[in-house]
């Protein structure tokens, strides 16, 4: 997919901190709202949702400093002017290499609702999509985005259903790489060798498989304005 092992980057001790300390931050959001909120069960299921993420973030945030994760300098895309307003990581050095950030999925193996930090990460995906660059103002090859997804359990409050590793293309339609974490963390345990440069997307069992057909890439325009985590414009 990349043309550097970029799996390398994203070591198996931060993957497994970073589950840890997801779970534990989605059932002590549960708790939280259980014994303290006093709400009916919607509001207190809509509170649970805002509560976890936020305190999944920070999490997230924190796990990735002690594994030598570094925080956007000034919240901006680097190469570009594109603004984030979530907690992205850069994990490589000099080289290539993985621009980290955390999504929710409405459920497993589904793209993760768009918002202005996603779009703007994404973008760094370019040359992992099929593309003509005839005038050459393209993004060049570097960093690319990666997203450690989350997808809530529907029947147990405070459970998980499924995290994840995945990669979305340039313009936000499909995910280019996707994988369960016991599957990506069996990969890193083998010394997998880096994805091939093909279009694949997540089937039901969550391997990864070809696409038989890939649309024509437009280059992505300037991103309208949407709200963080609510997805509307």
């Known amino acids: ?30 708790l939280l709202v259980r014994d303290h909120a006093g709400l009916d069960k919607k ?29 956007l300098v000034g919240g901006v895309i680097p190469n570009s002017s594109l603004k984030i307003f ?3 990581m850069r994990f490589g050095g000099d080289g290539p290499g993985v621009i980290f950030g955390l999504a929710a999925m409405p ?42 997804l989350v997808a809530r359990d529907r029947e147990q409050s405070g459970k998980l259903d499924e995290i994840a590793i995945g990669v979305i293309d340039a313009i936000y339609e499909q ?17 997998a060798e880096p994805v091939p440069a093909s279009i694949v997307s997540p089937s039901e069992t969550g391997l990864v498989r070809l696409k038989a057909k890939v649309k024509p890439f437009v280059p992505p325009e300037s991103p309208p304005e949407v709200d963080d985590e609510t997805g509307k414009a």
């Open 86 to 88: 979530q907690p992205f």
């Open 43 to 71: 509001r207190a299921r809509e509170l649970e949702g805002q509560a976890r993420f936020r305190m999944v973030e920070q999490g997230f945030e924190e796990v990735c400093v002690l594994f030598g994760g570094q925080p």
């Open 1 to 30: 997919m990349a043309d550097f092992d970029w799996k390398h980057l994203l070591k198996r001790g931060l993957i497994l901190a970073l589950e840890d300390r997801t779970r534990a931050e989605t059932l002590k959001a549960s």
């Open 175 to 191: 995910f280019l790489f996707y994988e369960r974490l016991d599957k990506f963390l069996a990969d890193d345990a083998d010394a």
């Open 107 to 148: 459920e497993r193996s589904k793209l993760p609702n768009k918002n202005r930090s996603r779009l703007a990460g994404v973008t760094l995906n370019f040359n992992l999509t099929p593309s003509f660059d005839f005038d050459g103002s393209g993004p060049k090859p570097g960093d690319i985005f990666v997203l450690f």
